[in-house]
């Protein structure tokens, strides 16, 4: 077997082992996955496919951004964490406002109170778990893939299509629900338990010492 063989061997199995560490951490409850399955579940896939959409591009650029080394030299300036978080957590309040008020799908007319590509984007940009799983997976990646460009843009492409899958199923978990909880009352009930938990999650990580 030649050098470049087994490169690529190593290279595919240090791979595999970055997705094995990412979709625990990407994978479970957070801000963006949560309020993709509350607007799945408020207003369906064809209704959130823009909104979806917009947490997808979000995710990938603060992939990007992770990669570049852009957050750290942000984050390192003097207050910056703070105000971010402010503004982050205000942000999740009003989608946890906007989750808990939505009529049931059934009740929809065409058109009305679709949620939006740029507030999909917002959230994404400023969901802090996104930053602290997708930074502990890409900083906890093994060496091989530290080395070079072809390992950092192999890492990128990984971490991008482990986020679009995930997100794509919460959303898709969502609807599905939604489907079964046609009667208004329970499907109020779904829409206010979405929204508590977003708010949860971002709450108790601030809340742990």
């Known amino acids: 077997m030649s050098g470049s063989d087994i490169g690529g061997a190593t290279m595919a199995g240090d791979l595999a082992l970055l997705v094995l560490a990412a979709l625990p951490l990407m994978g479970s409850p957070g801000p963006a996955t949560l309020s993709l399955a509350g607007m799945g579940a408020a207003h369906g896939i064809r ?27 942000i984050l390192e300036r003097p207050g910056m964490k703070a105000a971010l978080t402010v503004l982050a957590g205000a942000y999740m309040i009003y989608l946890a406002w906007h989750i808990a008020t939505a009529p049931p799908v059934a009740a929809h007319e065409e058109g009305s109170g679709t949620p939006s590509f740029l507030s999909g984007f917002v959230l994404a940009i400023a969901n802090p778990k996104a930053y602290a799983a997708i930074g502990a997976v890409y900083a906890g990646s093994t060496s091989d893939l530290d080395q070079g460009v ?12 482990i986020a679009v899958a995930v997100n794509t199923t919460w959303l898709s978990f969502g609807a599905a629900i939604a489907t079964v909880l046609r009667d208004p009352w329970k499907a109020r009930i779904a829409n206010l338990i979405f929204a508590v938990l977003l708010l949860a999650s971002v709450a108790l990580p601030l809340l742990a010492p």
Do not use: E, F, P, W
């Open 47 to 73: 209704r959130s496919a823009h909104y979806a959409a917009g947490v997808n591009i979000g995710t990938i650029a603060v992939v990007l951004a992770i990669a570049a080394g852009v957050t750290a030299l």
């Open 150 to 161: 072809d390992g950092a843009i192999a890492k990128v492409l990984a971490l991008t299509l």
